[in-house]
């Protein structure tokens, strides 16, 4: 449980950063998030496309990157209260009502209950045994994420974007304790998309709720 911790906080800290970055440039604190997902996958996938396929290695890459999002961090929120921290990445909340408050219950209960199953099982579904973790363990096995030779063909033709995000818990971890949170990741970046989206669209709070 110790080395999870700590991987998810390797891999989190540069997520963090980049989304604090941009949502002060952007002056748009949902579609930061969105971007800065985007750009901690395009890390992800640079990593396992140039560094062999090596605990050494991701540990390397991953601590010297979190370093630098821990400065990054630390200078930009400096003398702030942690209660202010999170208000700055939370403002765009609508809390005021109580039908307001009981919907970000519901959608944190879901949150919550399915990080729980994401954290104690690993993902064990037809397509995860076959190509998706099936795929993660062969290039750790290999020690690269260059083709290979199989006949299960969807390990083949299948893209591999997903597959490079859960191999840097993976190969961190050592194992597949982490594997389902990059789909756990993806849920909550569809429930803050789909709130801005609505907004984008007109609808007002409720709206915006329900979208979510």
């Known amino acids: 449980m110790l080395v999870a911790a700590l991987t998810c906080l390797l891999l989190l800290l540069p997520l963090l950063a980049l989304w604090r970055v941009l949502a002060v440039r952007t002056g748009e604190v949902r579609l930061a998030l969105a971007l800065a997902a985007l750009g901690w996958s395009w890390l992800a996938v640079a990593i396992a496309e140039a560094l062999p396929v090596d605990r050494t290695w991701y540990l390397a ?3 010297a990157i979190a370093l630098g999002s821990a400065v990054v961090l630390g200078r930009a929120w400096a003398g702030m209260r942690v209660r202010d921290r999170v208000r700055e990445l939370t403002r765009w909340w609508s809390l005021e009502q109580p039908w307001s408050r009981a919907g ?3 959608i944190a209960a879901i949150g919550a209950l399915t990080l729980l199953t ?3 099982a690993a993902p ?3 397509d995860s045994m076959v190509y998706h973790l099936a795929r993660v363990a062969v290039w750790v096995q290999l020690g690269d994420v260059a083709h290979y030779a199989t006949h299960i063909e969807p390990q083949l033709y299948q893209p591999p974007g997903a597959e490079e995000l859960i191999l840097q818990g993976y190969v961190l971890a ?7 949170l990059v789909q756990w990741g993806a849920w909550v970046g569809c429930v803050v998309l ?3 989206a609505a907004q984008a669209l007109g609808a007002g709070a409720r709206g915006q709720l329900a979208a979510a």
């Open 194 to 196: 789909a709130h801005r």
């Open 124 to 126: 064990n579904n037809w």
């Open 174 to 180: 050592g194992g597949d304790a982490l594997a389902a």
């Open 118 to 120: 994401a954290l104690v």
């Open 61 to 63: 890459a991953w601590a």
């Open 104 to 106: 970000w219950i519901a």
